[in-house]
Structures are given as structure tokens and as C-alpha cells.
């Protein structure tokens, strides 16, 4: 970082020399969002989810109750929730969890994104996944340092099946070794 009395006396120069003023010192250094890498990516996730088996207090915003109490992966933007309870995509949640060594709870509401049902063959249980709305993008730097040492989580969906090649034509391989171009 440059000291602010070395970036004035360089900015007073090139203002002298006649060229084209560079802005405020605040525009070259990156701001608390941009840092906390809000609206780089075109993903749909954005972030990469981390294995990490923590507990945590998912409660409706009315305050009927605690929701799940059980994650099984977690990002600076979401986390995955073990929980039997019916829920509807679009439910506002009121979600804290401890994710570091340091006693910091982070506090945040959250909207469910994604319900598991359960029955797929890989699927851990009954659960929904969870995109965090008012998290500081104080918390989301602590959260993305600390989870870089967590190792990444298993997609829970299969793998794409690759498209067969044509069978080939066993008539036309014959005929091809008959006239010796095979």
C-alpha cells in the first residue's frame, strides 16, 4: 500500500505535467465487498463448497422453533442443513453457527435455495440448502480463510452420462475387410 503523503505528492505531479487525473486514492485500493469477492463470479454457486460438519441454529424468523441443528457443508455464501422439517424454497431462516477456533458466531438470515428430499442414492438425509442474505462482508473474509483448509465437498449429483458412440455397422466392417480397407 502506498503512504497517503507519497500518493498525494504523486498525484500533485502528474496533475502538474498536464495529464489525465487518476481519482481519488480509494479507487486503487479494492473496497470491503470487491475483497470479499461479491459479484465477480458468473456462477450459479460462486463459491466452493467446503466439507465441514459443524453444528448450528436454524430457527424460523417467527421464532416458532428450532429448524436443523446439523450442517454438512458449508461457503461463504450457503450451507447445507440436516432437517426433517417441511419447508418451502423461498422460507426465510434465521441462522447462526461458530465455524472458527475463535469464539465468532456469525449471525445471518438465510433463504432455503435448494430442498433434499433424501431419496437419491447418495443423498445424506433430508435437508435444504441455504443462501445467506445479510451476512458482513467482514464475516464472509473470516469464513472464506478459515474454510480454504477445509477439503471440498462431494457434488451430490452424478456425473453427466457421456453420449454412446453409434454402434458400428457390422455389415459395413465386413464388406470393408472383404475389399481390404479395413
Known amino acids: ?19 489525465t ?24 454457486r460462486g463459491e466452493i463448497r467446503r466439507s465441514v460438519y459443524l453444528g448450528c441454529r436454524v430457527r424460523r424468523m417467527t421464532g416458532r422453533g428450532l429448524v436443523g441443528d446439523r450442517s454438512l457443508d458449508l461457503s461463504p455464501q450457503g450451507m447445507f442443513v440436516l432437517s426433517d422439517e417441511n419447508l418451502e424454497a423461498g422460507t426465510e431462516l434465521f441462522v447462526s453457527f461458530q465455524a472458527t477456533d ?6 445471518t438470515r438465510a433463504t432455503v435455495a435448494r430442498i433434499v428430499a433424501g431419496r437419491r ?8 440448502g441455504l443462501r445467506f442474505r445479510t451476512l458482513p462482508a467482514v464475516s ?3 469464513l472464506r480463510g478459515h474454510l480454504r483448509k477445509a477439503p471440498r465437498a462431494a457434488p451430490q449429483r452424478w456425473p453427466v452420462a457421456l453420449p454412446h458412440k453409434k454402434d458400428p455397422d457390422y455389415a459395413q466392417l465386413v464388406r470393408d475387410i472383404y475389399e481390404g480397407r479395413a
Open 21 to 44: 487525473q487518476v481519482g481519488p486514492a480509494r479507487f486503487l485500493t479494492p473496497t470491503l465487498a470487491s475483497a470479499a469477492g461479491e459479484g465477480l463470479s458468473g456462477n450459479r
Open 121 to 128: 442414492l447418495g443423498d445424506d438425509g433430508r435437508g435444504f
Open 140 to 142: 464472509r473474509i473470516i
Open 1 to 19: 500500500m502506498v503512504p497517503a503523503p507519497v500518493l498525494a505528492s504523486w498525484m500533485s505531479a502528474r496533475r502538474a505535467v498536464g495529464a
Open 102 to 107: 475463535l469464539p465468532i458466531w456469525f449471525d
